[in-house]
């Protein structure tokens, strides 16, 4: 499945492949990001999301961008695994996560142009900040030293849910 992207004025073509048969095409196929989607109100699929994010970080020791989805939000009476357990395997295994639901058509465009500023940003990670990414402030004065001697940054662009930030 293909879906045409526009971010920053360029467009660009994803390319999705389904690995649910198996994990042994993980190893043949040469990838820019990795989308782990696991439903909310199934246990079994977040059991299997957690072996293919340690299959692509522990024994591939893949480098590139693993967003890890958590689907069908919108069945919030059904749901067994919880937001904080989504978050910690994201965390954990230095992952993006977001939070979606397919049949509302809920952050499924924020993700999608998460995925594609994640390869971007991962193919080229000094590039310069474009208008989308959130301003930066540098303070001057003490509170400036301060972040600049103990490497301050803000929670956001550090956290597993900015799909903007590396």
């Known amino acids: 499945m293909t879906v045409s992207v526009l971010l920053d004025g360029e467009e660009s073509t994803l390319e999705f492949h389904d690995f649910t048969e198996g994990q042994e095409n993980l190893r043949r196929m040469e990838v820019d990001a990795y989308v782990v989607v696991y439903s ?44 904080h357990e989504g978050r910690r395997l994201a965390e954990h295994n230095h992952c993006k996560y977001i939070e979606t639901s397919v049949a509302l058509n809920h952050q499924v465009d924020e993700l999608l142009v998460g995925i594609l500023r994640q390869i971007r940003l991962k193919l080229n990670p000094h590039k310069v900040e474009t208008s989308d990414s959130k301003p930066k402030v540098k303070r001057s004065g003490p509170l400036g030293l301060l972040d600049r001697l103990f490497g301050r940054r803000s929670k956001e662009s550090s956290s597993c849910d900015n799909l903007y930030d590396l």
């Not at 069908?72 to 009476?77: A, E, F, T, Y």
């Open 40 to 83: 909310v109100n199934n246990l079994e699929t977040f059991r299997i999301a957690k072996d293919t994010i340690h299959t692509l970080r522990k024994d591939l020791k893949t480098k590139s961008a693993v967003i890890v989805v958590a689907n069908k939000i919108d069945l919030v009476r059904k749901r067994h695994i919880s937001s």
